[in-house]
């Protein structure tokens, strides 16, 4: 099993920038790609960033490309996203994700997930 601990949102401001943190633990050989989803309220979870731990391979949505990046931390296991020129059409709970293959983390079908961490941007 592998446990992701998200923090890091909050309230901002358009404009603004906001970082998330998400720690990987237990079996973390098995959250070789990580990555980050969003869900708005009435809305669907989707996609915003991953990340393959071996090589650094990155994907975005079209949506943060340009404004949001995915950094790793290669010695402790944590992953971040970094969110600036925040719209309020940012504002949902994001989620940490954690899986093996990047395509099926990229494709919402990721092994674990973390709980979950609260975004609101203000205009």
């Known amino acids: 099993q592998v446990q992701l601990v998200e923090s890091g949102g909050g309230l901002v401001q358009a404009g603004g920038s906001l970082r998330l943190s998400c720690v990987a633990s237990g079996r973390t050989f098995r959250s070789r790609v990580m990555g980050w989803f969003r869900q708005a309220p009435g809305k669907e979870r989707e996609f915003v960033a991953a990340i393959r731990w071996g090589g650094g391979e990155t994907d975005y949505a079209v949506s943060v490309k340009g404004r949001f990046t995915i950094p790793r931390d290669n010695a402790g296991n944590t992953v971040y996203l970094l969110m600036n020129s925040l719209k309020p059409e940012d504002t949902a709970v994001y989620y940490c994700?954690?899986?093996?293959?990047?395509?099926?983390?990229?494709?919402?079908?990721?092994?674990?997930w973390g709980q979950g961490t609260q975004v609101t941007v203000s205009s």
């Open positions: 994700a954690a899986g093996t293959d990047f395509r099926s983390v990229i494709a919402g079908t990721p092994d674990y």
